[in-house]
């Protein structure tokens, strides 16, 4: 046979919508499906391209045979496809085949034909649209679902213009466009800085972890609304106290502000951590304890120093209570950190066993390929979560093997 036309179609609409299985082979009984398949669907452009591909066999005077992948495009697909086709060839032999599609996406099983056979033409049924438009609708596609497959790249192209969508409709919304405006450009300007010290993985994934922390089921969640709702009310209570001390300077403005929200905020930090403290002990996350309460130690200090700081702005004489407020900040973080070290001294020798296990250790793909050194072993409290090489993340998972050297599963 000299040549064979084939008709593809990849995504298995046929087989869905008609239950016809491939390949098809045969002018009538390719009629027979079309017309099956136009009265399930008239619109399906898979129909105009069997009726183009059975016109062709007509006027070569050849056989004809439509090739159907499976709902599942790409690896299924493609393999069902290259079985179907495997077939043909056994039974025909021709020396060549003429293939037609009905777009850019069916075009994609060009290569597995050529592995097996010569193309000697490509025909694309393009019914009622552009050939163009309908190209640059795959490319759009193609570029959006490799988008979504580099969580870096998805923040990038929708995080961020999503995040300025809202607050452009938030200013449109209340009068306060610049002010939107104002906040789009510093959020901008905080993932730049984040990403371009090497914390962009880092800072996205505890925020991810946090927010896929959040239950019904833990006291941490309801601590952490009533803490916001705090936090705003502080918000109000620093912006009254402008209002009433009405300072010139920026300093001025600061240290009122201070004044106004500092216990609040305090208090809303307290319930927040408090709650996460209760959800980690409970779960034995024993060193998170720690930090917990060296964070409350440290949130503590850092109050009695701002808020001494605004009292000797508007009460230069009070310079004694200031320094005597940071000092006993000072000398209570660390009696914290005395403290929560001698009671979690285990859980703090495992997090150092652990960290000099892996710290500067070489790493290597399944393949040989060295990978890099590790920089940093990620921990959730005392328990190994992976390891950092480079800016790269290794989740424990994905680590084959970590006896004479690390190898890590190929991605």
Known sequence: MESLV???????????????????I???????????????????TDVNAIFAAVKIAKELNTEI???????????????EIARQLDELIEKFKPDGIILVT?????????????????????????VRQSQELERAYFKIIHFIKEVEGDPNLARL???????????????????????AMNMIFAIIGIYLLIKGFGY?????????????????????????????VIFMVALGYGYDEIVR???????????????????????????AVVGKIIDDYSTGRYLNVRTDLVFLAFAFLIKLMVESGASFWFEPLGIANFIISVLVGILIFVGVIKVTEYLFIEEIRARQRLIDEFSNREVYNEAGERMGKVNRVLLDGSKFVGLKVGRKRILKEDIVSKDDRI?????
Do not use: H, W
């Not at 010139?248 to 319930?271: M, P």
């Not at 190898?407 to 991605?411: G, L």
């Open 245 to 271: 001390r009405n300072p010139i300077s920026l300093i001025g403005l600061s240290a009122a502000f201070i004044k106004g929200s500092a216990d609040l905020i305090l208090a809303a930090i307290v319930i």
């Open 65 to 79: 045979a439509t090739l159907t992948g499976d709902k599942r495009v790409g690896v299924s697909s493609d393999a």
């Open 200 to 228: 962009e993985e880092d800072f996205f994934s505890r925020t991810s972890e946090f927010f896929k922390s959040l239950s019904v089921e833990k006291i941490s969640t309801l601590t952490y609304l009533t803490a916001a």
């Open 26 to 44: 045969g002018v009538d009984r390719n009629i027979a499906v079309a017309e099956e398949l136009a009265l399930a669907d008239p619109e399906d």
């Open 6 to 24: 084939i008709c593809v179609d990849r995504d298995d609409d046929i087989g869905k919508k008609t239950n016809a299985k491939g390949p098809i």
């Open 102 to 126: 009905d777009g850019v996406e069916d075009e994609q099983v060009i290569p597995i034909i050529e592995s097996r056979t010569k193309i000697n033409s490509v025909q694309t049924v393009i």
């Open 157 to 179: 192209v929708f995080g961020i213009p999503g995040l300025a969508l809202i607050l452009l409709a938030i200013g449109g919304a209340f009068g306060i466009m610049l002010q």
């Open 407 to 411: 190898v890590i599963r190929m991605s």
